[in-house]
């Protein structure tokens, strides 16, 4: 009686063209940090466009065509108002067009105005990024973690390259993912004031293995001093991206 209903269930399926249908797996990244993460600069109308290939964790734990603002679904984010351009929108660009006909999904989950402090081990901030991506991770592989802060710790630098490799060694340790490749970036400088912490920021690959660092060289801000602009955050992306690929091959 088995065999029979077997063969019937196939014979349906040729005759009606049904296929099964596999869903997508996503090659994940986890983006947190503070505001130049989330992004505060200008969108162009090119922007408003959702990306092919490129995927955005929502509110329903499910994925959505990315759009712009990425750090929408944020579960610690400021206002909806204050979400504009970051750097993961040309980042995720970028992987698709050398990875192509992969499915890349962002996990994006930032709060602007933190220090390095508010994201250890414990906190909310952390144990959100955490609770997100184990979520994203099951439809997926979390193939890296771009990161970009220091803003807020530019008073107080002492100490940051420890506690970003301390933060780093439980996030892999909680997501199951000891050589996680991590991208972190430079902070601008157009203060003069940057420069402790961006050393401190710069230091990060020496001492926390598969991790590189992006330059922030010749980047303006938005008017404020304080935030990139909307060219900046394009090219943020992209060197973001550079550098995660080149983690990726000698992983």
Same mark, same amino acid.
């Given at each position: 009686m088995l065999i029979r209903s077997l063969k019937i269930l196939a014979a349906f399926t040729m005759l009606t063209g049904c296929t099964v249908q596999k869903k997508p797996r996503y090659d994940i990244i986890l983006c947190i940090g503070q505001s130049n993460m989330a992004g505060r600069a200008a969108m162009a109308? &090119?922007?408003?466009? *959702?990306?092919?290939?490129?995927?955005?964790?929502?509110?329903?734990?499910?994925?959505? *065509?990315?759009?712009? *603002?990425?750090?929408? =679904? /944020?579960?610690?984010?400021?206002?909806i108002s204050m979400q504009r351009l970051g750097p993961a929108w040309t980042f995720s660009k970028s992987l698709v067009d050398a990875y192509p006909?992969?499915?890349?999904?962002? !996990? $994006?989950? !930032?709060?602007?105005?933190?220090s390095v402090d508010l994201w250890r081990k414990g /906190?909310? =901030? =952390?144990?959100?990024? $955490?609770?997100? &991506?184990?979520?994203?991770?099951?439809? #997926?592989?979390?193939?890296?973690?771009?990161?970009? @802060?220091g803003e807020a710790d530019r008073n107080k630098w002492e100490g940051y390259t420890g506690k970003f490799s301390d933060m780093i060694a439980?996030?892999? @340790?909680?997501?199951?993912?000891?050589?996680? *490749? !991590? !991208? $972190?970036?430079?902070? #601008?400088?157009?203060? #003069?004031? /940057?420069? /402790? $912490?961006?050393? @401190?920021?710069? &230091?990060?690959? #020496?001492k926390v293995p598969f991790t590189r660092c992006v330059s922030a060289d010749g980047l303006m801000h938005m008017g404020d001093t304080l935030h990139f602009n909307t060219e900046a955050q394009y090219e943020l992306g992209r060197r973001y991206a550079a550098e995660l690929i080149q983690l990726l091959r000698v992983r």
């Open positions: 109308p &090119a922007d408003t466009v *959702p990306l092919q290939h490129v995927f955005l964790f929502n509110e329903k734990d499910e994925w959505e *065509p990315a759009k712009n *603002p990425l750090n929408r =679904y /944020s579960t610690i984010r400021k206002e006909g992969k499915n890349f999904g962002l !996990v $994006v989950n !930032v709060r602007g105005g933190t /906190s909310h =901030y =952390y144990n959100e990024a $955490v609770i997100k &991506a184990l979520k994203a991770q099951k439809t #997926g592989t979390i193939i890296g973690v771009i990161w970009h @802060q439980h996030l892999r @340790q909680d997501l199951g993912i000891p050589d996680l *490749p !991590v !991208v $972190v970036g430079e902070i #601008g400088d157009w203060k #003069g004031n /940057s420069g /402790s $912490v961006n050393g @401190q920021i710069r &230091a990060i690959p #020496g």
